[in-house]
């Protein structure tokens, strides 16, 4: 059965296409300091988003009219496979991801719900024989259902505590079966509401627990994936445990984990953090943490998690300047985790906002390698800490200087001369790069 019936294989046009369902500026093909596009970006389809998200929101019920919604059940998630494969092959996509509820229902009882996982993850699989596109990750929700009211690792109820792990081990088999790069640990309701109630240690105990067990496991069916845990600040809980980079990586060093997992960065988690996209890629970057990325944005006036295409340009280039950084994203990728607008209810939409979000990180990859190779970022940072280069800032680097030494040089001062950070300048020069590759040139 086709389910796109009117949509063909997305073709690159160029810039100056007027072709809806066409890109203009990702070229797979197209090489970048010695590697394809395709290779760089690692492009991801979210399944959840993409296939299973109905378009409904606290005040309305779902918009979205999809060519497998006459079915039900496992027959549902049978059209879905089919639909997601027909959608990859069209997108030209190296990659997916998804967690365990949304390419199978759940059932009455936990077994009965593996046996749905069972007979759907047989039908990815032998999809994925004549498919290139590969699982990026998987994770498993342990967020959704009732019984998660109180977390899942971090829930006050040992038997909740039971059931998660036993979903965990069977989405650690799960990637194992598909050949996963990657696992994400997506603690949707792992954190407090209130800590009138809360004893937040030993929640934060298990929760490191449940990591060990996960590592332990992996190790013992020979799963080779790269383990990835994913900040979020908030919502829907009052404060989650990986807040931000900065307080996951702190977690893991203090439960021995920090060899043993990276970060999935979303950039939509940055802002509801108060942080830029660029600012978490950053921290994970320079601590050797980067795993992957979930992209996407936020609604600059909604406090929530809206999960918006990405467009803008400018957070695209400065996410991609850090990526190209880390050299690249190794086992990671670019997981679209993001829906079309609830205005946005053809099946259609799906193809123009995968273009939209392909488009924008590809000009962002172009511009941030020139940026890269004309030394503009580093050298403007080289310039401005010249005075760590030698003299008194060389021995405070070296560990040379203390206290006394310090004193010293700072009671010779007769003048303390600083120079501008030249932001509006800066600021300027990434707009006219951005024009220039819109350009071509």
Not at 251 to 277: M, P, S, V, W
Not at 285 to 296: E, K, Q
Not at 417 to 428: A, D, F, M, Y
Request: cysteine-free; proline content about 3%.
């Amino acid at each position: 059965m086709t389910y796109f019936k009117n949509v063909s294989n997305i073709k690159y046009e160029g810039p100056n296409s007027t072709t809806p369902l066409a890109f203009k500026f990702y070229n797979p093909e197209e090489k970048i300091n010695g590697k394809s596009m395709e290779e760089i970006l690692r492009f991801g389809v979210a399944y959840w988003h993409t296939f299973t998200e109905d378009l409904s929101d606290p005040f309305g019920t779902g918009t979205a009219i999809r060519p497998w919604d006459k079915f039900s059940g496992m027959d549902l998630a049978k059209a879905r496979v089919e639909g997601a494969f027909e959608f990859f092959e069209k997108l030209n996509v190296p990659f997916f991801a998804f967690h365990d509820v949304d390419i199978a229902p759940e059932g009455s009882t936990l077994r009965e719900t593996n046996q749905n996982l069972d007979t759907i993850v047989a039908m990815i699989k032998d999809y994925m024989k004549d498919s290139k596109t590969k699982l990026l990750w998987n994770t498993v929700n342990n967020f959704s259902n009732p019984r998660f009211v109180h977390g899942a690792a971090s829930s006050s109820n040992a038997d909740v505590f039971a059931y998660s792990a036993a979903k965990v081990k069977k989405g650690l088999e799960v990637g194992k079966e598909l050949g996963a790069e990657n696992y994400v640990f997506w603690g949707g309701r792992e954190g407090y509401e209130t800590l009138l109630n809360t004893d937040m240690k030993l929640e934060m105990d298990n929760l490191a627990r449940m990591f060990h067990m996960a590592i332990d496991y992996a190790k013992e069916i020979d799963f080779d994936a790269q383990f990835l845990i994913e900040p979020k600040p908030k919502e829907p809980t009052t404060h989650q445990y990986d807040f931000d980079v900065a307080s996951g990586y702190a977690f893991l060093q203090n439960y021995g984990l920090q060899d043993h997992l990276k970060f999935n960065i979303e950039a939509n988690h940055a802002t509801l953090a108060g942080h830029t996209f660029e600012h978490e890629l950053r921290y994970a970057r320079i601590h050797g943490m980067l795993g992957s990325v979930d992209a996407n944005q936020g609604h600059p006036l909604l406090g929530w998690d809206t999960d918006e295409f990405p467009t803008d340009l400018y957070t695209t280039t400065l996410a991609m300047y850090e990526i190209l950084k880390n050299g690249g994203l190794g086992r990671g990728g670019l997981n679209f985790d993001a829906k079309v607008r609830r205005g946005s209810f053809e099946a259609e939409d799906l193809f123009h906002a995968h273009i939209a979000g392909m488009d924008s990180f590809a000009v962002g990859l172009k511009v941030a390698q020139k940026l890269i190779d004309d030394n503009v970022l580093d050298g403007i940072v080289e310039d401005r800490y010249s005075s760590y280069k030698d003299g008194i800032g060389l021995e405070i680097v070296e560990g040379k200087a203390d206290f006394h030494k310090l004193e010293e040089h700072a009671l010779g001062l007769t003048e303390i001369k600083n120079q501008s950070g030249k932001l509006e300048r800066i600021k300027s020069t990434i707009n006219q790069y951005l024009l220039r590759a819109y350009a071509g040139e």
